[in-house]
Nanobody, 115 residues
């Protein structure tokens, strides 16, 4: 079983930056893909960014050039650096991990972009 714990959310003004972290722990930590999803009020959960164990990345078009996903395989941790934040980035951000044994989700961290 894998547990994912997110941190780094909060309130930021438009144009500001935040860095989210997600640490995986537990047994069977042979994690392949890790990533971030988000869910805004009244909307479905959408993919934000993913990264493979080899470092290949993928982003939703709306965050390209502003967000950067990275991971430290030695710490089983994935990061999301978010720059030039916009009010439409406001959402609960969820960490996601996929391994041979299953798919796992974090509890979510709130990101609010408002002046």
């Amino acid at each position: 079983q894998v547990q994912l714990v997110e941190s780094g959310g909060g309130l930021v003004q438009p144009g500001g930056s935040l860095r989210l972290s997600c640490a995986a722990s537990g047994s069977r930590l042979n994690i392949d893909d890790m990533g971030w999803y988000r869910q805004a009020p009244g909307k479905g959960r959408e993919l934000v960014a993913t990264i493979t164990s080899g470092g290949s990345t993928n982003y939703v078009d709306s965050v390209k050039g502003r967000f950067t996903i990275s991971r430290d395989n030695t710490k089983n941790t994935v990061y999301l650096q978010m720059n030039s934040l916009k009010p439409e980035d406001t959402a609960v951000y969820y960490c996601h991990a996929r391994s041979y044994y299953g798919v796992y989700w974090g509890q979510g961290t709130q990101v609010t972009v408002s002046s």
